[in-house]
């Protein structure tokens, strides 16, 4: 609401020489659709926090029950590799290529985590996790010494919705920690 009335044109009342100020009033005043703007406002400001409250207990709850682990021998830096979603109730495991990227804002430096999607293998009893690695890298033939990470979901909850997600941001902590 404020920054809207900002926009509002303003009037210049009078000039302060001494102090190089300028004072301003606005030409229109709050009337009856500025009053029902802030009402929808403030009735959507309440919804929107009861929904981020619900969003955050949920990404909670998906946070505790991942186990993130490494994979074989890791490369002297974790800035890209190979992350494999395991979720345990799924006959499939997601491999991803994974690339840490920092940006700047004009106040801090932020961490970007970029997967792209490989492929998904069907688990199976005689396969191990770094029979699955190997393959994966020699099918690509990439280098030998990319980091490989796991993570294991043990609820079942929906994969591009929300496991998906969460991962790539715990994945994204675990490596900055």
Do not use: W
């Amino acid at each position: 609401k404020n920054k809207l009335l900002q926009s509002f044109p303003k009037r210049l009342t009078h000039l302060d020489f001494k102090n190089f100020k300028m004072f301003f009033e606005t030409i229109i005043q709050d009337d009856e659709n500025v009053a029902e703007l802030e009402g929808i406002l403030d009735y959507s400001l309440t919804k929107m926090k009861d929904q981020l409250g619900v969003g955050k207990n949920i990404y909670d709850a998906v946070d505790k029950q991942l186990v993130i682990e490494s994979i074989g021998v890791k490369a002297l830096k974790d800035d890209e590799g190979l992350l494999l979603i395991d979720p345990n109730y799924d006959p499939y495991c997601y491999i991803y290529r994974y690339k840490v990227s920092i940006f700047e804002t004009a106040h801090e430096k932020m961490r970007g985590l970029q997967t792209d999607f490989i492929q998904k293998i069907r688990k199976t009893i005689g396969t191990s996790i770094e029979q699955m690695k190997l393959n994966i890298i020699r099918n690509m033939n990439l280098i030998s010494n990319l980091s490989t990470f796991r993570v294991v979901s043990i609820a079942p909850y929906p994969y591009d919705e929300t496991l998906l997600p969460v991962v790539k941001r715990s994945f994204s902590a675990y490596l900055y920690k």
